[in-house]
Structure formats: structure tokens, C-alpha cells
Nanobody, 125 residues
Framework: VQLQAYGGGLVQAGGSLRLSCGAS????????MGWFRQAPGKEREFVAT????????YYADSVKDRFTISRDNAKNTVYLQMNSLKPEDTAVYYC???????????????????WGQGTQVTVSS
């Protein structure tokens, strides 16, 4: 599975961005998908995940009620809608795939098998 994340950019605090992640595999619909981020000098951290069936989601506390993960299996794409952005959201954002057919919503990066290249999000104060 090849993943490509895009949609990052520079935005002012309080603004919004929508990240997208396209997948090459025709089996995309069988993978749980996640978003992670890594700020300079920090470890990669979990942001959000969505199941491959049923549309269940799980968020890090730091982004809950501000970010929304969704997927369009017809387009082989997962999205991360980011609202009310804060300077501390500045990071490189990565999408990842866990599966196929994994019945879990994992926040452990080690449980994801495939990763995109990352897209930079910068939030100015």
C-alpha cells in the first residue's frame, strides 16, 4: 500500500486545514487508517484513527472536538479536517494504514504497516 499525504500549509491560529491521504491499494477499504504527527525535537504522536468497517473513530485528547477524521473508500482517501488550529499543532503530519482486516483502533505507531511521506502543517500565532 502506497500512501501520499497532502494538504498541509501555513495557517493562522484559529484557522482550518484539511489534510488528505490517497492510497494506491484497491484493498484500501480493508485498512484502518490513522494520522500521526511529529513536531521538531519530539517523538511521533498519535492524532486520530478510523476503522475499516463501521466508521468508528478515536482521537488524541489534544485534538478531540477540533479535528475530524473521515474516509471515502470510493476515492481511496482518508481525510483529517483540522479546525481551531493552535501553534502547538505545528508538525509534520503522517497518514498510516493498519491491516488488512484489523479490528482495532490503535494509537501505537508500531502497529501501522504502511506510512505516507508526511505533509507540513505550520500554525502561526
Amino acid at each position: 500500500v502506497q500512501l501520499q499525504a497532502y494538504g498541509g500549509g501555513l495557517v493562522q491560529a484559529g484557522g482550518s486545514l484539511r489534510l488528505s491521504c490517497g492510497a494506491s491499494a484497491r484493498t484500501f477499504s480493508t485498512y484502518a487508517m490513522g494520522w500521526f504527527r511529529q513536531a521538531p525535537g519530539k517523538e511521533r504522536e498519535f492524532v486520530a484513527t478510523i476503522s475499516w468497517v463501521g466508521g468508528s473513530t478515536y482521537y488524541a485528547d489534544s485534538v478531540k472536538d477540533r479535528f475530524t477524521i473521515s474516509r471515502d473508500n470510493a476515492k481511496n482517501t482518508v481525510y483529517l479536517q483540522m479546525n481551531s488550529l493552535k501553534p502547538e499543532d505545528t508538525a509534520v503530519y503522517y497518514c498510516a494504514a493498519d491491516g488488512p482486516y484489523q479490528y482495532r483502533l490503535s494509537y501505537y505507531a508500531s502497529e501501522y504497516d504502511y506510512w505516507g511521506q508526511g505533509t507540513q502543517v505550520t500554525v502561526s500565532s
